[in-house]
């Protein structure tokens, strides 16, 4: 089920891709530039977010991934440092894309070739900032795990204590009234 669904995203992230090329043609760069601004913004939030996540609640565990020894005893819970570090790989490469685009583009604009061409360019930025966009809000929807996840433990804990509490009081009841 999880390969299916993972298809039938690419695809329609692929699709919208191409619809993007297609009907972005016509799209000026100027008008594109702002949406890329707000990628970028967007990107840069997320990563500033998870990654303070990241110093929060796996505090020891970065402590020891920045030691020379690499930090061979980790402990079992923090497997799941890989589900909040992967949106800050997201954001990171969606970054970087951006920021080369703001540096490539001026250039390109002074190009003959691209002049000549233009509306493919202009096709091809926007289906690159569809495909971005989509990646990156696949990303905002990927910074919800760690919190689900944070709660479910929480909450796992809380009937624990629950559960144990119950127990204590059960037990101190016996004892009273064996005791009358």
């Known amino acids: 089920m999880k390969k299916l669904t993972l298809w ?72 799941n440092i890989g589900i909040l570090l992967s949106p800050v790989v997201n954001s990171t490469a969606v970054l970087c894309i951006v920021l080369l685009v703001g ?30 966009t989509l990646w990156q809000a696949w990303t905002v929807i990927l910074t919800l795990i760690p919190a689900d996840l944070i709660l479910s433990n929480s909450n796992r804990e809380n009937l624990k204590k629950s559960v144990l509490e119950g127990m204590r009081r059960t037990s101190i009841n016996r004892s009273r009234t064996e005791n009358d």
Do not use: C
């Open 8 to 79: 039938l995203l690419l695809a329609l992230w692929g699709v919208a891709t191409l619809f993007s090329y297609y009907y972005g043609k016509e799209v000026r760069f100027s008008e594109q530039w702002p949406l890329f601004e707000a990628l970028r913004t967007t990107s840069a939030i997320i990563f500033a977010v998870v990654g303070a996540w990241l110093a929060i609640v796996y505090p020891e565990r970065l402590r020891l991934s920045i030691k020379s020894d690499g930090g061979a005893s980790l402990h079992p819970k923090q497997n």
């Open 103 to 132: 540096v490539v583009a001026p250039l390109m604009k002074r190009s003959e070739y691209v002049l000549l061409h233009i509306a493919e360019f202009r096709g091809g930025s926007y289906a690159l900032l569809t495909a971005l």
